[in-house]
């Protein structure tokens, strides 16, 4: 009980701003229970927040050899990336992840496809990366889970929206849009959808009228949602232009952007995104230096890419033409 009240004192002073009192709580965890992962686990993700990619690799290298979660994996990985460690080193902290009991044969090989077209992603091997992405999903057909064929889908439809092939985009999106009520559901899957029937709309295969339909259908649907800051940022992925972004801050008022602290969820760099195209600049700027400066390139490349992007362009419309 000591152990879960430091760790949960660590989870509400990090979100408060309060970095080193949530460090020293986590200290305090892995005093009281030094043999297990988590308390090592938020230590890293902190550290990854904040930028510090070496004491972020210390603490999931320490998680790993207590745990075989394959989120400490992941950390541990997404730290190595950013400390410039080779392709290969990332491969095999990744390959202690794949052999997961619970899986299937053909499961185990498409989770392994999936990490590693997320690893070319990031690195610019996006031809690689999309053989890799296809053979994950025919391996992974029969699966009935709604969440392994929207994590496909989605990693299809960014590789293909980045390499500038909407109509590629497009058909993957129809193709998972056709099949996903059949499908166990999932709250992520749920959030997916969204993210489909923009990749339609930019390849002209869904008409603007069709598509507020859709979209407005979406957001009634999730309109009790748990995490509707997960809800705002999902539907900010697909957003391009200045109309697009201040519409969707209109669509969503009584959304509160999250503290500019955890960088790890996909809604501190949407926040930056939206208000940056937006033109509230200043606004953006935390949200967009917080999560350039993390060390989570590797776990959503692009999303890291494309906030560099964001934010030169918000440092720009603030003056700042060496920060841009």
Not at 90 to 99: A, D, G, T
């Amino acid at each position: 009980f000591e152990r879960l009240k430091a760790k949960l004192a660590a989870e509400g002073l990090f979100a408060l701003g309060n970095t080193d009192e949530a460090l020293s709580a986590l200290d305090r965890c892995i005093a009281l229970s030094p043999a297990t992962a988590d308390c090592s686990g938020e230590r890293g993700f902190i550290h990854g927040s904040e930028g510090r990619c070496e004491e972020m690799e210390e603490n999931f290298r320490r998680a790993v050899a207590a745990s075989t979660n394959g989120m400490w994996q992941d950390g541990r990985a997404a730290a190595l990336f950013a400390l410039g460690a080779a392709p290969e080193a990332i491969v095999e902290v990744l390959r202690n992840k794949w052999p997961q009991p619970q899986l299937g044969e053909k499961e185990r090989a498409g989770l392994e496809l999936l990490d590693r077209a997320n690893l070319d992603v990031a690195i610019g091997n996006f031809g690689t990366a999309e053989k890799q992405a296809l053979e994950a999903r025919r391996l992974v057909a029969f699966d009935p889970e709604a969440r392994t064929h929207a994590m496909l889908a989605a990693q299809l439809v960014d590789l293909y929206t980045e390499t500038e092939r909407p109509r590629e985009a497009a058909q993957v999106a129809d193709d998972y849009l056709k099949r996903k009520d059949v499908w166990i559901r999932s709250p992520e899957s749920d959030l997916q959808s969204i993210g489909m029937y923009w990749a339609m709309l930019r390849a002209r295969t869904m008409t603007r009228e069709t598509f507020v339909q859709k979209r407005d259908a979406w957001l009634r649907e999730r309109r009790n949602h748990p995490k509707p800051s997960s809800v705002l940022a999902s539907y900010a992925s697909g957003v391009e232009t200045a109309a697009e972004a201040r519409e969707a801050l209109e669509l969503f008022p009584d959304v509160l952007s999250p503290p500019a602290l955890l960088a790890r969820e996909l809604a501190l760099p949407m926040f930056g995104k939206l208000y940056a195209l937006a033109g509230r600049a200043s606004e953006a700027v935390p949200y967009l230096e917080r999560t350039v400066k993390s060390c989570y390139a590797l776990i959503t490349p692009l999303t890291h890419t494309r906030s560099s992007y964001y934010l030169g362009q918000a440092r720009e419309a603030l003056g700042d033409t060496s920060g841009a």
